[in-house]
């Protein structure tokens, strides 16, 4: 039994969309949720800025003395999670990646649209996983700014943007649509509106039960807890941010 915290991080509220799986999977774990929206978005930041940002927020969790960190923020992973695992090897570091590998298991020959910040598929490590998975029929959509106009809620800018943006893939017949930036989930029915009936694909799920595999390999499971507690905590101080993350946390 261990009642100490789990970490989750963002660039912002995107990342709520990976604390509901993992409180569906682990219900009786407490949580500290950081949204780092002072430097939304990552995806158009360099790599040692993001690094720097990551190791601050790691740093302020290991200040609340959390049990695991999750980055719940593909472009965070793309580019800081090695450095981080090479500078806290004794912390338990969990990432979050497009889900490409779910196409090559469960939809193969699917049309696939991988959709994902421009950091996150350009880095390295998306590449690797790209070229390792890929099943010949699968475009690699960029999407510049998409994730700070979900992050700001401007409902009428994302939808003529996210129309100019996927309107060269209406007509491509795309089956499954991997959803490689945490803002993306919450923005899946106007995609849909869009290409029409796809299958989304996102890392939720895997990442709640690898943690949960890892907690309890470790013996860290907070078993005896009867209620979760989440507490939220915003860089920019903006409340607004924070009555938006509990209005989509309690949606889920
Ligand atoms: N939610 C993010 C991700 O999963 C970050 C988006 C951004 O800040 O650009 O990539």
């Keep these: 039994m261990d009642n100490r915290p789990i970490g989750v991080f963002d660039s ?23 949204s780092d929206s002072k430097h939304n978005p990552y995806g158009e930041k360099t790599k040692q800025e993001v690094i720097d940002f990551v190791d601050k927020i ?8 959390c049990k695991a960190i999750v980055f719940a923020c593909n472009t965070a992973t793309a580019l800081a999670i090695d450095e981080m695992r090479k500078k806290y090897p004794d912390l338990h570091l969990i990432g979050t990646e497009p889900a490409y590998k779910m196409i090559h298991d469960y939809a193969p020959n699917t049309k696939t649209l991988v959709m994902a910040t421009p950091a996150t598929i350009e880095s390295e490590r998306f590449q690797n996983l790209y070229h390792h998975y890929d099943n010949q029929k699968t475009y690699l959509l960029a999407c510049p700014n998409l994730a700070h106009l979900i992050e700001e809620g401007e409902e ?35 995609i849909k509106n869009i290409l029409g009936e796809v299958k989304f694909y996102d890392g939720g799920k895997g990442i709640a039960n690898h943690l949960f595999r890892i907690l309890e390999t470790n013996q860290q499971l907070n078993l005896n807890n009867v209620k979760n507690a989440v507490y939220f905590e915003d860089s920019s101080h903006n409340r607004q941010k924070e009555e938006r993350f509990f209005t989509f946390l309690t949606k889920k």
């Design 12 to 34: 912002g509220i995107g990342g709520v969309t990976i604390l509901s799986c993992l409180l569906l999977k682990m219900p009786r774990e407490n949580y500290i949720y950081y």
């Design 58 to 65: 790691i740093n302020y969790f290991i200040a609340k003395d």
């Design 156 to 190: 009428e800018k994302l939808t003529s943007y996210l129309q100019e943006l996927l309107e060269s893939y209406q007509n491509k017949k795309i089956e499954s649509v991997v959803l490689g930036c945490t803002h993306y989930p919450l923005i899946s029915e106007k």
